[in-house]
């Protein structure tokens, strides 16, 4: 998942980490009587519990972010906090139950009565649909729409950047086209997935992959309807399935969600659809942003990146019972596309270089940042061993003589140039730029700074040609799980069919047979103890290419306003809270 929140992403991303905080961490608990506020919060009081439970509805619940989502389109959408938020107006088969923690990454029933009839094979999934459930407008929600939503994800070349799973599983030939090239008179040629009644809806595999049902709890699986499809503009006001609907969107600058009269809520055992609207507001200043929810004039940030620098000691010093520090799940990482640094020895030189400590220091040391992270694989994902440190980033500092003589053997004794490009909304992701371009002065590799809209990710660093013609050697992002297996996690990071041409994830341009072999061997892998062996020898392969450094295990420190209610951290959603069942005291 992409990070921003993408993670996502992050989005979307979609699973985080299965052991959150310990409540003994930082405070711990409820925190000690320093730590308590004067109505009950506490600090790290809603981490993997519930504070302040209520079922009350009413009121305006305040969301305020510094970063556009990539796509407010359930197939196009692949920040984490996007995934978050887009609860609140899509629903799926089967989606994350509403509980704190760890379990919170239990599928449930959603639309579906269940989560599914499996064949013994593994190769057949048959979902019936509720009674009851319906559109914005009354229709009621059929299969035919929910396979319509989901050969969407088809159409890269009109709705490109989320994530592709379901195609390399349905369609793992690429013989379908998409609804918008279907030649069939009801756009429905995609012959994997089975109607044979407005209720009923027939999966069929060509191969066994079991992450499948992990796949249709994400926002891509998600229904839509022919008669409201815009194509590219979707994302603009998606047409609701969920509890709330679209009133208002001016992009970069606000979103207005308020009730959906049509949705039943007896059908619906996950969302609690409290307040009465919803309300996002961007701003382009970070710091003003956490001086607003500090103010109260907001509740809660969208993104979920964790308030700044220059806000943390302020909210950890005066407001600490509004402030809870989660583990999220992400690796923050910088990755070097291999189009515009091709030889693996100045990859590695970059990496010597680098003083991770330094970097960890930039996103905001082990409380703030997290835990230096030494390979690509967080803890959630079995194969994963945080002591690996193949170039020793552990020690905290950088390795100048191995970096220098990888420079020779790469033909670059005296250094070279290139460019860091950053998103120019994420003063963390700056500063992170700027701590590494510093580091690598040491060895004469000049790396300028080139930040970009945030807001315009999928068709900058998300495109090839551009990062090619940009000359971006160094990228700053970030990745949380797709879902807690090394497919969820590293496949679209490293499996060549993932490489796009807008709305790319593989930002390293990686193309080895070798990893996508193995990765072809671990879906097929029923024992998920057996499937993180070969998972451990993809990131041990990774690491050898020299195409990522990883900088920290990432933990937030995140703000909730005080009229909040129903409170809680979930694995489910990288460790932030769960919008859809939020509430607010007016």
Same mark, same amino acid.
Request: glycine content about 10%; overall charge positive; proline content about 5%.
């Given at each position: 998942?992409?990070?921003?929140s993408?993670?996502?992403i992050?989005a979307?991303?979609? @699973? =985080?980490?299965? %052991?959150?905080?310990?409540t003994?961490?930082?405070?711990?608990?409820?925190g000690?009587? /320093? $730590?308590k506020? #004067?109505?009950g919060?506490?600090?790290?009081?809603a981490?993997?519990?519930?504070?302040?439970?209520?079922?009350?509805?009413?009121?305006?619940?305040?969301?305020?972010?510094?970063?556009?989502?990539?796509?407010?389109d359930?197939?196009?959408?692949y920040?984490?906090?996007?995934?978050?938020?887009?609860?609140y107006?899509?629903?799926?088969?089967?989606?994350?139950?509403?509980?704190?923690?760890?379990?919170?990454?239990?599928?449930?029933?959603? @639309? =579906?009565t269940? %989560?599914?009839?499996?064949?013994?094979d593994?190769l057949?999934?048959?979902?019936t649909? /509720? $009674?009851?459930? #319906?559109?914005?407008?009354g229709?009621?929600?059929?299969?035919?729409?929910?396979?319509y939503?989901?050969?969407?994800t088809w159409?890269?070349?009109?709705?490109?950047?989320?994530?592709i799973y379901?195609?390399?599983v349905?369609d793992p030939?690429?013989?379908?086209?998409?609804?918008?090239?279907?030649k069939?008179?009801?756009?429905?040629?995609?012959?994997?997935?089975?109607?044979?009644?407005?209720?009923t809806?027939?999966?069929?595999?060509p191969?066994a992959?079991?992450?499948?049902?992990?796949?249709?709890?994400?926002?891509?699986a998600?229904p839509?309807r022919? $008669?409201?499809? #815009?194509?590219?503009?979707y994302?603009?006001?998606?047409?609701?399935?969920?509890?709330y609907?679209?009133?208002?969107?001016?992009?970069?600058?606000?979103?207005?969600?308020v009730?959906?009269?049509k949705w039943?809520?007896?059908t619906?055992?996950?969302?609690k659809?409290?307040?009465?609207?919803?309300?996002?507001?961007?701003?382009?200043n970070?710091?003003d942003?956490?001086?607003?929810?500090?103010?109260?004039?907001?509740?809660?940030d969208?993104?979920a990146t964790?308030?700044?620098?220059?806000?943390?000691?302020?909210?950890?010093?005066?407001?600490?019972?509004?402030?809870?520090?989660?583990?999220?799940?992400?690796?923050?990482?910088a990755?070097?596309?291999?189009?515009?640094?091709?030889?693996?020895?100045?990859?590695?030189?970059?990496?010597?270089a680098a003083?991770?400590?330094?970097?960890?220091t930039?996103?905001?040391?082990?409380?703030?940042?997290?835990?230096?992270?030494?390979?690509?694989?967080?803890?959630?994902?079995?194969g994963?061993?945080?002591?690996?440190?193949?170039?020793?980033?552990?020690?905290g500092?950088p390795d100048?003589?191995?970096?220098?003589?990888?420079?020779?053997?790469?033909?670059?004794?005296?250094?070279?140039?290139?460019?860091?490009?950053?998103r120019?909304?994420?003063?963390?992701?700056v500063?992170?730029?700027?701590?590494?371009?510093?580091?690598?002065?040491?060895?004469?590799?000049?790396a300028?700074?080139?930040?970009?809209?945030?807001?315009?990710?999928?068709g900058?660093?998300?495109?090839?040609?551009?990062?090619?013609?940009?000359?971006?050697?160094?990228?700053i992002?970030?990745?949380?799980?797709?879902?807690?297996?090394?497919?969820?996690?590293l496949?679209p990071?490293?499996d060549?069919?993932?490489?796009?041409?807008?709305?790319?994830n593989?930002y390293?341009?990686?193309?080895?047979?070798?990893?996508?072999?193995l990765?072809?061997?671990?879906?097929?892998?029923?024992?998920?103890?057996?499937?993180?062996?070969?998972?451990?020898?993809?990131?041990?392969?990774?690491s050898?290419?020299?195409?990522y450094?990883?900088?920290?295990?990432?933990?937030?420190?995140?703000?909730?306003?005080?009229?909040?209610?129903?409170?809680?951290?979930?694995d489910?959603?990288?460790?932030?809270?769960?919008?859809?069942?939020?509430?607010?005291?007016?």
């Amino acid at each position: 998942m992409n990070t921003s929140s993408r993670r996502r992403i992050a989005a979307g991303a979609l @699973l =985080a980490a299965a %052991t959150m905080v310990a409540t003994t961490a930082c405070g711990g608990g409820n925190g000690s009587d /320093k $730590d308590k506020g #004067t109505s009950g919060l506490a600090f790290n009081g809603a981490v993997n519990k519930v504070l302040n439970a209520s079922d009350k509805k009413g009121g305006e619940l305040k969301f305020i972010g510094t970063q556009e989502s990539d796509s407010w389109d359930p197939q196009r959408g692949y920040y984490g906090f996007m995934w978050d938020f887009a609860r609140y107006y899509t629903r799926q088969l089967i989606s994350y139950k509403a509980a704190p923690g760890a379990e919170s990454t239990e599928l449930v029933p959603d @639309l =579906a009565t269940d %989560t599914g009839k499996i064949s013994s094979d593994g190769l057949t999934y048959t979902f019936t649909l /509720k $009674d009851g459930v #319906t559109w914005e407008d009354g229709k009621p929600i059929t299969s035919k729409d929910i396979k319509y939503g989901i050969e969407r994800t088809w159409a890269q070349d009109v709705i490109s950047g989320g994530p592709i799973y379901l195609q390399g599983v349905l369609d793992p030939k690429k013989e379908y086209k998409g609804p918008y090239k279907d030649k069939s008179a009801d756009k429905l040629g995609l012959k994997s997935i089975e109607t044979p009644d407005d209720k009923t809806i027939v999966f069929k595999l060509p191969k066994a992959n079991g992450d499948f049902l992990q796949m249709l709890a994400m926002p891509v699986a998600s229904p839509a309807r022919q $008669d409201k499809d #815009t194509g590219s503009k979707y994302g603009l006001k998606p047409f609701s399935s969920g509890p709330y609907k679209w009133d208002s969107y001016t992009p970069k600058k606000s979103i207005k969600l308020v009730r959906n009269d049509k949705w039943d809520a007896k059908t619906d055992t996950i969302r609690k659809a409290l307040p009465d609207s919803i309300s996002v507001t961007f701003s382009t200043n970070a710091d003003d942003m956490d001086n607003r929810l500090v103010e109260g004039e907001y509740d809660i940030d969208i993104n979920a990146t964790g308030v700044g620098a220059a806000a943390r000691q302020k909210v950890l010093q005066q407001h600490k019972e509004n402030a809870d520090n989660p583990q999220t799940g992400f690796i923050r990482y910088a990755v070097f596309p291999q189009s515009v640094i091709p030889n693996v020895e100045c990859r590695k030189a970059i990496i010597y270089a680098a003083d991770s400590k330094s970097l960890q220091t930039a996103r905001g040391g082990p409380q703030a940042g997290g835990d230096i992270a030494t390979n690509m694989l967080p803890p959630i994902v079995k194969g994963s061993d945080v002591k690996a440190d193949p170039y020793g980033k552990l020690s905290g500092k950088p390795d100048i003589a191995k970096a220098k003589d990888a420079l020779k053997k790469c033909g670059k004794p005296n250094g070279f140039k290139t460019t860091i490009a950053v998103r120019n909304n994420k003063p963390i992701e700056v500063a992170t730029a700027e701590s590494l371009q510093q580091s690598l002065k040491a060895v004469n590799i000049d790396a300028q700074i080139d930040q970009y809209d945030g807001a315009q990710t999928t068709g900058i660093i998300g495109s090839p040609k551009v990062v090619k013609d940009k000359g971006y050697g160094i990228v700053i992002m970030g990745w949380g799980a797709d879902f807690p297996t090394g497919q969820g996690f590293l496949q679209p990071l490293v499996d060549s069919r993932f490489l796009l041409d807008s709305g790319n994830n593989n930002y390293s341009e990686t193309k080895d047979p070798a990893i996508d072999a193995l990765f072809d061997k671990a879906l097929k892998e029923t024992d998920p103890v057996k499937a993180g062996e070969i998972y451990k020898e993809i990131n041990t392969k990774v690491s050898e290419k020299a195409i990522y450094l990883p900088f920290t295990h990432e933990k937030n420190i995140i703000w909730r306003s005080s009229r909040l209610t129903n409170v809680y951290t979930a694995d489910a959603y990288n460790g932030r809270y769960d919008y859809a069942s939020l509430g607010v005291v007016k």
